[in-house]
């Protein structure tokens, strides 16, 4: 971050708190490369940290009161005390992400003291790009730094998964898992069951292209309830394909997988289930085997084999999950006719961003027939980058 810049954050935090801050923490928005709605049902999926990052500014305080602001106006100022039950305010206010992070550390290690802090940031909200999760890491990591509390990475991960519940949403473990755990240069394979991360270099000459629809995925309003009905479906549809494929004692998603192949699968969903579950569980099968084979393209530098597993996972989360819309299938379009090797949504859809594959030499065409054919008509600004995969979260002297 420029000098500059962090100096303007330090004079806000002075102008807010009345004194200075002492540490920094930083917390990366991401870009899911493939595997979408399969981690809450325990399946590896593939993202990468972005440069759009959370920034907070803290100082420790002596009591137990967490009083934060915020460089936006738009987002009021807030203070709550770190007690044992730690009460939500209205669904969407900002201050339950950092309200679910402070819960589960209480939660987990009893009383803690609280912090003055200043929130800025650049992820695009409700974009698709976990701007959320991303304030829940930073608040996290401040409150563990502020009280010198130890906790392993693996273990803050899981915490905050199951924290995010908190907001309302039932999410997976990827957004949090991987703004902890992210490494410059490269994407990370995540798998939950065990909860493990394997970093996977991204080659040199691959840009991924990432364009906001300028839908707005807002999960605190209606698209949480849309989000929210996709894992019950799973539940419904695991236990009858676990005991079709004789797994009546583990009936999970990754011991299901591990019993036949993609197709076989999903052969035995539109067999044994009824629509819509049929098309719910195909698109979980399918995907967890091409993120497998993605995880092997990008080992391989195979950018068309990559390219072609993003399509098809886009065309997966359309038809058969139902989470897309007509301005992300717009983009993905878009962004192939200008030759792109493979195009997806990124996220939870239903809104938000789409991500492209190209080589080197490409990417700039896919940014401009984006910004002509989709961004300037609807007049929007801002709304494409090339992702810069980048560093996990973590804190610094201010
Ligand atoms: P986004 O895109 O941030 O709403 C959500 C979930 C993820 C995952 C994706 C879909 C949260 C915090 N995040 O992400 O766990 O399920 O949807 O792959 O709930």
């Given at each position: 971050m420029a000098v500059t810049e962090i100096g303007r954050l330090v004079d806000a935090f002075i102008a807010a708190h009345g004194t200075k801050p002492s540490?920094?923490?930083?917390?990366p928005g991401r870009v899911n490369l493939i595997g979408d709605h399969i981690d809450y049902n325990g399946l590896p999926v593939l993202p990468?940290?972005?440069?759009h990052e959370v920034r907070m500014l803290v100082a420790p305080r002596d009591d137990g009161q967490v009083r934060l602001a915020n460089v936006d106006e738009a987002f009021e100022p807030v203070t709550f005390e770190l007690g044992p039950v730690i009460p939500a305010r209205p669904a969407g206010h900002w201050a339950n992400y950092a309200?679910?992070?402070a819960q589960a550390l209480v939660t987990a290690c009893g009383p803690i003291g609280g912090l003055d802090a200043l929130v800025a940031g650049n992820i695009p909200q409700a974009a698709g790009l976990s701007s959320s999760s991303a304030l829940v890491v930073a608040s996290a990591l401040a409150l563990v730094d502020a009280n010198a509390l130890?906790?392993?990475p693996y273990a803050l991960m899981a915490l905050l998964a199951d924290a995010e519940h908190y907001v309302g949403t039932r999410g997976g473990g990827m957004d949090q898992a991987i703004c902890l755990g992210a490494r410059r240069g490269t994407a990370t394979r995540i798998d939950f069951r065990p909860l493990r991360l394997t970093?996977?270099?991204v080659p040199s000459g691959w840009r991924f292209v990432v364009a906001f629809s300028g839908v707005r995925a807002q999960k605190s309003a209606a698209a949480r309830e849309v989000y929210n009905r996709r894992p019950r479906?799973?539940?419904?549809?695991?236990?009858?394909?676990?005991?079709a494929a004789g797994l009546a004692d583990e009936a999970t998603w990754p011991a299901l997988v591990a019993r036949g192949t993609a197709g076989e699968l999903a052969a035995?969903?539109?067999s044994e289930l009824e629509p819509p579950?049929?098309?719910?569980?195909r698109h979980v099968v399918t995907e967890a085997a091409r993120v497998d084979e993605a995880v092997t393209a990008l080992r391989a530098a195979d950018l068309a084999a990559f390219g072609r597993l993003m399509t098809a996972s886009h065309a997966s989360l359309r038809d058969d999950y139902e989470v897309s819309c007509p301005e992300l299938d717009a983009l993905v379009d878009l962004a192939l006719g200008a030759g792109a090797r493979g195009a997806r949504l990124t996220g939870a859809g239903f809104g938000g961003s789409v991500v492209a594959l190209a080589d080197e030499a490409t990417a700039a065409g896919i940014v401009s027939r984006w910004a002509q054919a989709y961004c300037r008509p609807r007049g929007l600004a801002g709304a494409v980058f090339v992702a810069v995969p980048s560093e996990g979260a973590g804190v610094s002297d201010a």
């Open positions: 540490r920094l923490v930083r917390a990468v940290a972005i440069q309200k679910a992070a130890e906790i392993a970093p996977v270099e479906e799973c539940a419904e549809a695991l236990p009858i394909l676990a005991e035995l969903a539109v579950l049929d098309r719910r569980a």
